[in-house]
């Protein structure tokens, strides 16, 4: 089955420097990657998402990439912000396992004031 | 639309009993995906059903089961509860139709086993 790894697990920024998660998957159907944000003590919610056939996608201060030929995608936040303070995970799904969907083992992002 | 919700959301158990979880999607949501998420694991993919029929099935042993109603809402079953079974359970609601599906998760469960 799929199998998706991120990377740092935890990550430390100044306030205003950009932060960069990374994540590798290893089923070249997957097709659809979303990005998730989980605040202490709440659910995950969607912040971003792309689908295979782009290859970037911006959202204000929030930017996702993707490879397909290296088949990784990244997580970029400018600007960064105190409350952008979370954990993140990626996920990834293939398109024939409706809903099912891999994700990786998060990345607890922490911006200094 | 009111959110997914999630009951209970704390349980405490001991080994070798078991537990019923439940959730209610989103109104007009027919599919339902459930979670577990332990300290350094992410998320683990339990199953997922629409319209009453489980579509999808993680890497769990037997212990763990769902269903789903005819109104969408959903429960998962752990019987014989080990430790380990210790952790935060999600839920999570979507349209089900299409390939490209928002989740939208519920508060979790946070179960115990003592």
């Known amino acids: 089955g799929e199998n998706v790894e991120q990377h740092p697990s935890t990550l430390s920024v100044q306030e205003g420097d950009s932060a960069v998660i990374k994540c590798t998957y290893s089923d070249s159907a997957s097709n659809y990657f979303p990005w998730y944000k989980q605040e202490l003590g709440k659910r995950p919610q969607l912040i971003i998402d792309i689908r295979s056939n782009v290859g970037e996608k911006k959202d204000q201060r929030i930017a996702v990439t993707l490879n397909k030929t290296a088949k990784h995608f990244s997580l970029h936040i400018t600007e960064t912000q105190p409350e952008d303070s979370a954990v993140y995970f990626c996920?990834?799904?293939?398109?024939?396992?409706?809903?099912?969907?891999?994700f990786g083992s998060g990345t607890k992002l922490n911006v200094k004031p | 639309k009111a959110g997914v919700t999630q009951t209970p959301r704390y349980l405490i158990k001991t080994r070798g009993q078991q537990v019923t979880l439940s959730c209610s999607p989103i109104?007009?949501?027919?599919?339902v995906s459930w979670y577990q998420q332990t300290p350094g694991q992410g998320l683990q993919f339990l199953f997922e059903y629409f319209s009453e029929t489980q579509r999808n099935k993680g890497n769990f042993p037997g212990r763990f089961s769902g269903r789903q109603f005819s109104n969408s809402r959903s429960e998962m079953n752990v019987s014989t509860l080990e430790l380990g079974d210790s952790a935060l359970y999600l839920c999570?609601?979507?349209?089900?139709?299409?390939?490209?599906?928002?989740?939208?998760f519920g508060p979790g469960t946070r179960l115990t086993v003592l």
């Open positions: 996920a990834a799904s293939i398109p024939y396992n409706f809903n099912k969907f891999y």
């Open positions: 999570a609601s979507s349209p089900g139709q299409g390939i490209y599906n928002e989740q939208f």
């Open positions: 109104s007009g949501h027919r599919s």
